[in-house]
């Protein structure tokens, strides 16, 4: 009797605990060096921000550039950090232009997916696919239905 | 009659809104469908993307025995369960590599002794012979070969489906591997979608 009058209760609670595991949101733990050796050089960042939640899902928090290990080719780093507690889905691309700012001829540059958990920091590297491409552009997207 | 008319038109508007017509949408957009079962166009972009990015940031290139070297496709192999042409991944390898200068392509020697382009072969040939000269060793400096393979599993209605896209760069002089990579595309899902 105790238990029928108990049971709408009791199964509040198993939904509860059944959406709150369904929902478990992890968020990333880092260790790194304090000192750390690597030899970056931070370029300043121009950042255009049309989306907001974008923006907190994918915060760029540096921007490096070097050469490739053919010690001509440009290369180019940026560190995001998503400083949401979700993991987000987003799509980025990389544009190159030449000396002139004209947008490489015939190079497509595809979107790629990129999931990123809450609270982690992504590097996303790229190369120039031609050694006349000296400025680029990253562009991020959310993914469709998010 | 006026409440009949109003739900035909309420009907009428749904059902336009339903319907989609055909349209032109970037193919290295995010509008794209995404299948579960098979290998999307944008897939061969990214992986092909993925794959030159590596290579260019290797110093394979260099060392070489002329500049800028000649490198000639070998074999890319299909070992997924689906049908398709592998020459959508090497021609956006090809044509990358072409405008980078990293190398020329060469486009009369090709696997098994097919030229890509036997017109260019025969005409380089009957230049020599017209010339009277020895023919002139065009020897591939490099040859790069591939496979695309893939790994299935499910979970109850969800599907998942890795490709792997594998290239390999061999020095034909001493006939090692300079450069590989490995480039792994992972979709998930229940059915095909549209966008990314």
């Known amino acids: 009797m105790k238990t029928k009058r108990n049971l709408p209760g009791f199964l509040l609670l198993l939904a509860a605990a059944g959406i709150f595991s369904g929902c478990a949101q992890t968020t990333a733990n880092t260790v790194e060096s304090a000192t750390p050796r690597a030899q970056i050089s931070p370029e300043q960042m121009r950042k255009v921000t049309t989306d907001s939640s974008l923006g907190r899902a994918v915060v760029p928090v540096m921007l490096s550039t070097g050469k490739a290990d053919d010690g001509s080719t440009f290369k180019v780093q940026i560190q995001v950090q998503n400083q949401t507690r979700s993991t987000a889905y987003v799509n980025y691309r990389v544009d190159w232009f030449d000396a002139q700012g004209m947008a490489l001829p015939g190079y497509n540059p595809p979107m790629k997916p990129l999931a990123i958990e809450g609270g982690e920091i992504k590097s996303i590297a790229a190369v120039a696919p031609s050694p006349k491409a000296v400025d680029f552009r990253f562009t991020f997207l959310e993914r469709k239905g998010d | ?196």
């Open chain 2, 1 to 196: 009659m006026k409440k009949l008319t109003f739900s035909l038109m309420a009907a009428a508007a749904l059902l336009a809104g339903c319907s989609e017509e055909a349209q032109y949408i970037d193919s290295t957009g995010t509008s794209v469908v995404v299948s579960v079962d098979k290998v999307d166009i944008q897939d061969f972009k990214i992986a092909a993307d993925g794959l030159l990015q590596s290579l260019y940031d290797s110093p394979a290139f260099t060392n070489a025995p002329r500049t800028p070297p000649i490198l000639a496709i070998s074999k890319v192999t299909n070992d997924t369960s689906t049908q398709f042409e592998t020459d959508i991944l090497l021609s956006e390898i090809r044509s990358s590599i072409t405008r980078s200068g990293k190398a020329e392509v060469s486009a009369i020697i090709g696997y098994g002794g097919r030229a890509q382009d036997e017109m260019a072969k025969e005409a380089k040939a009957a230049g020599e012979f017209e010339a009277g000269s020895a023919p002139v060793n065009l020897r591939p400096d490099f040859t790069l070969t591939g496979k695309i393979m893939e790994v299935k599993a499910s979970a109850g209605r969800t599907k998942q489906v890795t490709y792997a896209f594998q290239m390999t760069l061999v020095r034909v002089s001493t006939g090692s591997i300079v450069w590989e990579e490995q480039k792994l595309i992972t979709k998930q899902g229940t059915k095909a979608a549209v966008g990314m």
